[in-house]
């Protein structure tokens, strides 16, 4: 079985400041690996996702993640936040011949200005 | 184009209430989701249907049943709500397939007293 591990619940940064959001998975098999965020009061929205190739994942709004197969980990990570960056954000990972998504249980992301 | 559509936005149900919330697609997706969002549990996978048809179990099923009404539609009916309940529901859509990225609705809150 799967399962994807958010150790921060909740990490404070600085506006302007760099930040990473852990993200450690469990799988006997080959993975996809997603990052989603969630703004206040919406749903969730994809970031960016790994299927293969290149193990540097860039996504929309300045975020990127790197697969790291050897430490099973898919960290997100942004050099200079914004205030608008302020959501959670929720790392998630599907096996093969599984359709299904496991989700972690989230990163609360809080700029400080 | 309103992607994922859910009603009601929110709902308060006494203990032993039947509801149904409902979930359209416009984007003919073949595969539809259904999740719950507890604080400090991430998203949950109660019920998916891979294809118009086919309805399966995910994490947590009991309490609910579903209905894959046609391609665009996905509801979940709650026959005997319970306060544990309580949660925010959102239902998702994708392209069949593991690789494929979700796509959210923006969740129904439900209260259950």
């Known amino acids: 079985a799967q399962s994807v591990t958010q150790l921060d619940s909740q990490v404070p940064v600085f506006e302007e400041a760099p930040v990473e959001l852990r993200c450690n998975y469990s799988?006997?098999?080959?993975?996809?690996l997603f990052w989603y965020v969630q703004y206040p009061n919406q749903g969730l929205q994809l970031l960016l996702k790994?299927?293969?190739?290149?193990?540097l994942v860039k996504g929309i709004n300045g975020f990127e993640a790197e697969f790291n197969k050897s430490q099973t980990s898919f960290h997100l990570r942004k050099p200079s936040v914004h205030i608008s960056d302020t959501a959670e954000y929720f790392c998630?990972?599907?096996?093969?011949?599984?359709?299904?998504?496991?989700f972690g249980t989230g990163t609360r992301l809080t700029i400080i200005p | 184009n309103a992607g994922v559509t859910q009603t009601p936005k929110f709902q308060v149900l006494k203990t032993g209430q039947s509801m149904t919330l409902q979930c359209a697609q416009d984007?003919?997706?073949?595969?539809m989701y259904w999740y719950r969002q507890d604080p400090g549990m991430g998203l949950r996978l109660i019920y998916y249907?891979?294809?118009?048809?086919?309805?399966d179990k995910g994490e947590v099923p009991n309490g609910y049943n579903v209905s894959r009404l046609n391609k665009r539609e996905f509801s979940l009916r709650l026959e005997s709500a319970a306060p544990s309940q309580t949660s925010v529901y959102f239902c998702?859509?994708?392209?069949?397939?593991?690789?494929?990225?979700?796509?959210f609705g923006p969740g129904t809150r439900l209260l259950v007293l």
């Open positions: 998702a859509s994708s392209e069949r397939g593991r690789q494929e990225t979700q796509y």
């Open positions: 799988s006997s098999v080959s993975v996809y």
């Open positions: 790994y299927l293969s190739g290149s193990t």
């Open positions: 998630a990972v599907s096996n093969f011949g599984n359709e299904k998504l496991t």
């Open positions: 984007m003919n997706h073949n595969s």
């Open positions: 249907s891979a294809s118009e048809g086919t309805t």
